[in-house]
């Protein structure tokens, strides 16, 4: 019978796909062998045996001593995927030395005759062509089979290496199968590849121990296993590095990423990482790369020591990591204890006090980062409903592809991608609690006229189903825009906001709080966990001078990484300080008196809102500063991440 192979074909892929491989690897061969000739080797020469001496051995196992140390459990597993099949595992620095060695006793005695033993080196330059050698000369994986070898005492062997890297791409060692000719496995090297870059993943974590440590993928399944990518990132958020796989999903090169930030990468600022990992079980981040490709993730404090300040792979774990975080989040979460002794806040407090169980909505007011979530919460949890759940959405967060969805739930087969089984919704989930939407001015108007429905009918229609469900909650509101003005740009509905604001509060920014002591002390206590820290004096006079544009959540990631990076000090000093602080506080210092901006008058007496003055007068300054970024925010007086922020197209 004739059988398709025609271009269209599987096999007819499959073949091409074979041979275009089996020529690279023969012409990967060619090349080294002219190598070997170039080196001054012969093809019948018998191969440099010498070892190194034992106490040379013992130094250069010292210098590779992390490489060593993580790469010998590999070894192990490795080993017993293919023992009893004649066949040894190395270890070898990155000039081919072998280091360490496992395997079948049988095949060690004739491995022994070519010197595949610890002290021997295998570099191109001393055996010719051979897997060790020839991995670290094209700094990829590397099979030779038989008379591939250059030198004819070797051609008994079929040996598949791989090199190890480090997180910038330098090959510090190779991991090898040997074995007899016989005995070769096409399977092998994908079982030495595979187990490189285990050992590389390894040595990665091991290698920043102060950092925060990114595990993320397209496919959430996939984090916690070899296929994962890992960014490592300082305690402020500064790009240090990243493993094969994350630098693959990053999509740039490594020294393209030195200019980067967490935030930058990840589209969300290091504080709501730190915010996402004090709930009692965290589940896995949600995040948009830099490229708008959307990955689940899972992040880890490291601070030497064993100290983890983040990180829970499940539910389980999370609780028996973190026994004492549902007690903090109480501990945070009351009226009472917001209540710190300023004056704007004290009626704020007021206000809220007298609405509680009422049935009234409140609407939060206040900049990013001024603590809307956190007086949600204790409006929740002082409330009658505080049994009941809390439901937190960020309106912002979602795409608005994704959030009609997200908040009314679906039905199974709703759309393409949907769950079996469909889902909830954020809006039933909250049911007998408090829903909180957050951002609630990012919400696509669209979606507007769907809420305002659900609330005034109390009943929610999940997509793809006909079928309406009664639902009772609690609604609180938050958002840093000027809703006003949003309703009169038309991106707003003047309908739903009057069905917001049944109470609204506005909460005052840090830089115009008068307990900024008060608010210090109690972060320290409850981040330290009742340790006994204090600032020094050269320290809260840099803050009482600080405008603080990332608000209470700038402020309490500051103090936690303070706390951390103090140790045993009980006095928080300026060393203790992040990099990116101290930037601001040195541009404060350097910037001169703001000029006057051209057109600021005339913006004033047109009649422009806030917001469209602040982004003319940023633009201006940016473009009478040739677009430095740096020096229009020193002449502004704010951060260059509040210019960023205003302007994320410079990012």
Not at 35 to 45: D, E, I, M, T
Not at 204 to 212: K, L, P, S, T
Not at 214 to 242: C, D, K, N, Q, V
Not at 535 to 551: A, C, D, I
Request: hydrophobic share 40%; proline share 5%; with cysteine.
């Amino acid at each position: 019978m004739h059988r398709d192979t025609g271009p269209g074909s599987s096999a007819s892929h499959a073949s091409t796909l074979a041979a275009a491989t089996e020529s690279d690897a023969t012409a990967i061969i060619a090349t080294s062998h002219q190598r070997s000739v170039g080196y001054g080797l012969c093809p019948g020469a018998r191969p440099d045996f010498d070892p190194l001496a034992r106490n040379d051995l013992s130094h250069l196992l010292e210098q590779n001593g992390l490489l060593h140390t993580h790469a010998v459990p590999a070894m192990e597993t490795l080993y017993q995927q293919i023992i009893n099949t004649h066949n040894m595992v190395l270890l070898t620095d990155a000039q081919g030395v072998i280091l360490h060695t496992l395997g079948d006793a049988d095949f060690i005695e004739k491995a022994n005759r070519v010197a595949l033993s610890p002290g021997v080196g295998w570099s191109e330059q001393r055996m010719g062509t051979n897997a060790i050698g020839t991995a670290i000369a094209e700094r990829a994986p590397s099979l030779v089979h038989a008379d591939q070898h250059f030198l004819a005492a070797n051609h008994f062997l079929t040996c598949s290496a791989a090199p190890i890297t480090d997180h910038q791409g330098t090959v510090i060692g190779v991991l090898d199968v040997s074995s007899d000719r016989r005995s070769y496995h096409k399977h092998t090297m994908a079982l030495v590849r595979m187990s490189a870059l285990m050992i590389e993943n390894q040595l990665f974590a091991a290698n920043f121990e102060h950092a925060i440590i990114l595990r993320f993928h397209t496919r959430p399944e996939f984090i916690g296993t070899l296929m994962e990518g890992m960014a490592a990132f300082s305690p402020g958020g500064r790009f240090l590095a990243a493993n094969r796989n994350g630098l693959f999903q990053l999509g740039l090169s490594y020294p393209a990423l030195q200019t980067h930030t967490f935030s930058s990468l990840f589209g969300l600022p290091v504080s709501a990482l730190f915010d996402h990992y004090r709930t009692a079980a965290p589940g896995l981040l949600d995040l948009c790369m830099h490229n708008g490709v959307r990955v689940r993730a899972r992040a880890e404090l490291r601070l030497g020591s064993g100290v983890h300040a983040l990180t829970a792979p499940d539910s389980q774990q999370a609780t028996q990591l973190q026994p004492a975080a549902p007690a903090k989040s109480r501990r945070l979460s009351g009226l009472r204890y917001l209540n710190t002794g300023d004056p704007q806040l004290e009626k704020v407090i007021d206000k809220v006090n007298k609405v509680l169980g009422r049935d009234i909505p409140i609407l939060i007011m206040g900049e990013t980062g001024t603590g809307k979530e956190l007086l949600a919460q204790a409006i929740h949890n002082d409330s009658p409903r505080s049994m009941g759940p809390f439901v937190a959405v960020n309106c912002a967060s979602i795409p608005e592809t994704l959030i009609e969805s997200e908040l009314f739930g679906y039905e199974d087969g709703a759309f393409t991608g949907a769950r079996k089984k469909g889902s909830v919704g954020k809006i039933l989930q909250a049911n007998g609690g408090t829903l909180f939407l957050d951002e609630i001015g990012d919400m696509p108007v669209s979606l507007q006229a769907h809420l305002l429905r659900v609330l005034q009918e109390r009943m929610v229609t999940p997509l793809g189903s006909g079928k309406s469900i009664p639902v009772n909650v609690e609604l609180i509101c938050a958002t840093n825009h000027n809703l006003r003005e949003r309703i009169a740009k038309g991106l707003f509905r003047e309908d739903l906001y009057y069905r917001l604001n049944g109470l609204v509060v506005k909460l005052p920014p840090l830089r115009e709080r008068t307990d900024l002591e008060t608010v210090i002390r109690k972060i320290l206590a409850t981040e330290s966990d009742g340790g006994q820290y204090t600032m020094s004096e050269e320290v809260l006079r840099l803050f009482r001078r600080h405008k603080w544009p990332g608000n209470f959540r700038q402020l309490t990631n500051l103090l936690r990484t303070a706390i951390i990076m103090a140790g045993d000090e009980h006095e928080i000093g300026l060393q203790h300080m992040p990099d990116d602080f101290l930037d601001d506080i040195e541009n404060m210092a350097e910037a001169p008196a703001c000029a006057p901006v051209p057109g600021a008058q005339q913006l004033v007496d047109s009649g422009a809102n806030l917001e469209e003055m602040e982004l003319t007068v940023i633009l201006k300054s940016l473009e009478a500063h040739g677009g430095n970024v740096s020096a229009t925010a020193r002449a502004l007086g704010v951060s260059r991440n509040t210019i960023y922020r205003k302007l994320p197209h410079l990012k």
